[in-house]
């Protein structure tokens, strides 16, 4: 159709997650990113946001939520994760994730994001490894391509500590108080909603409707 060819022609909107891998809603709210980018034409970027910040750097045992089973989340992170096609067991641990934002950041800077993004999702949810842990990580890197020994050597000098904090502080100064939030194009809003929000949100920016924009 000409309106799909008038898309695809111009220029790419930028869609920011703002996220952490230990929020289960950020992974089914990525599904809602996924069914985007096949519609539009997209490029997404990622912004860390420390959910729990006070986490030890060895991390924490998880303990079991009521409702949970050994293979399944609760409801309604079970029910949600099922419709989005995804596998989410109940972690064993929650990991301290700063070198996992950090790693995800310089996959970012490879051009690597969404691979990156979308491996680490799995390893903690399907797999149940700790993302807090440097061979862990350097599993990721190295199944999505990346210079696993390069990423481990910026981990070690923290090069992109500042980024990330950088990115934490820019959520919070814009209000942002839950994840995952998203920015399509100029229009932002919070929560893993149902993918009408997401086309909803995709086709007011395109039609030049800003009543919710924000400067960013």
Same mark, same amino acid.
């Given at each position: 159709k000409d309106s799909d060819r008038l898309i695809t022609n111009c220029d790419p909107v930028k869609v920011v997650v703002w996220y952490d891998y230990i929020w289960p809603w950020c992974y089914v709210g990525l599904e809602r990113v996924d069914k985007l980018g096949q519609e539009h034409n997209i490029t997404v970027e990622g912004r860390a946001y420390l959910l729990r910040p006070d986490t030890p750097k060895e991390g924490l045992l998880r303990q079991p939520r009521s409702g949970e089973t050994v293979d399944e989340l609760s409801e309604p992170?079970?029910?949600?994760?099922?419709?989005?096609?995804? !596998?989410?067991?109940?972690?064993?641990? @929650?990991p301290n994730t700063n070198y996992i934002l950090e790693a995800t950041e310089y996959a970012q800077q490879q051009g690597k994001f969404l691979e990156f993004h979308h491996a680490a999702y799995k390893t903690y949810w399907e797999d149940g490894e700790d993302l807090g842990d440097l061979t862990v990580i350097k599993s990721i890197a190295e199944r999505v391509l990346l210079d696993s020994d390069e990423l481990l050597h910026s981990l070690e000098n923290h090069s992109y500590s500042q980024t990330v904090m950088a990115q934490y502080q820019q959520a919070l100064e814009y209000g !942002?108080?839950? !994840?995952? @939030?998203?920015?399509?194009?100029?229009l932002m809003f919070t929560g893993a909603h149902p993918y009408e929000i997401f086309e909803s949100a995709m086709s007011k920016f395109l039609s030049g409707s800003d009543d919710t924009a924000v400067a960013w």
């Amino acid at each position: 159709k000409d309106s799909d060819r008038l898309i695809t022609n111009c220029d790419p909107v930028k869609v920011v997650v703002w996220y952490d891998y230990i929020w289960p809603w950020c992974y089914v709210g990525l599904e809602r990113v996924d069914k985007l980018g096949q519609e539009h034409n997209i490029t997404v970027e990622g912004r860390a946001y420390l959910l729990r910040p006070d986490t030890p750097k060895e991390g924490l045992l998880r303990q079991p939520r009521s409702g949970e089973t050994v293979d399944e989340l609760s409801e309604p992170f079970r029910s949600n994760a099922k419709e989005a096609n995804l !596998i989410m067991r109940p972690p064993r641990v @929650t990991p301290n994730t700063n070198y996992i934002l950090e790693a995800t950041e310089y996959a970012q800077q490879q051009g690597k994001f969404l691979e990156f993004h979308h491996a680490a999702y799995k390893t903690y949810w399907e797999d149940g490894e700790d993302l807090g842990d440097l061979t862990v990580i350097k599993s990721i890197a190295e199944r999505v391509l990346l210079d696993s020994d390069e990423l481990l050597h910026s981990l070690e000098n923290h090069s992109y500590s500042q980024t990330v904090m950088a990115q934490y502080q820019q959520a919070l100064e814009y209000g !942002i108080k839950g !994840i995952p @939030t998203f920015l399509v194009g100029n229009l932002m809003f919070t929560g893993a909603h149902p993918y009408e929000i997401f086309e909803s949100a995709m086709s007011k920016f395109l039609s030049g409707s800003d009543d919710t924009a924000v400067a960013w």
